[in-house]
């Protein structure tokens, strides 16, 4: 389970660092083509990358240098919050149609992951204290 957990990890800060950079670098281009991104501002739209980076840091760090492991879970649950969040307004604007292309599909499926590795730390922290 450990195993599965710190990959899941990785592949979510992966997706939400790429995401958040591309959007820093092509905020136009994505404007122009998806309507859910011009109904945020430039500046809300860089809050949540950093944030979205700083989450991503809090998935990785903490376990591997193994100080503070316990602010894995919270940035995987606050980091689910925020991607449910960008769902929704996705969804608002965009429509859900579970397609690669739809960014409120790839928004859903980065905040269950997310919420699962929430979970997964918790349990297995849990386990560890039992034991």
């Known amino acids: 389970m450990n195993i599965l957990l710190w990959i899941l990890q990785v592949l979510v800060a992966w997706f939400c660092v790429v995401g ?15 309507v ?4 945020l501002s430039y500046g809300t739209w860089n809050a949540i990358g950093v944030f979205e980076i700083g989450c ?3 998935l990785i760090l ?16 606050c980091l689910a ?12 604007y965009f429509g859900f149609q579970f397609q690669a292309t739809n960014p409120a599909a ?10 699962f590795v929430a979970y ?11 034991a």
Not at 36 to 39: I, L, T
Not at 62 to 77: C, Q
């Open 36 to 39: 859910s991104v011009q109904a």
């Open 81 to 92: 919050v925020e991607l449910l969040l960008v769902t929704g307004l996705h969804v608002h």
């Open 106 to 115: 790839w928004s859903f499926t980065l905040a269950i992951l997310s919420a």
């Open 56 to 58: 991503s840091l809090g």
């Open 120 to 130: 997964g730390r918790l349990k297995l922290r849990l386990f560890k204290q039992k």
């Open 20 to 34: 958040a950079v591309w959007r820093f670098l092509n905020y136009d281009q994505a404007a122009k083509g998806i």
């Open 62 to 77: 903490p376990g591997a240098f193994k100080v503070k492991p316990s602010l894995t879970p919270i940035a995987a649950a």
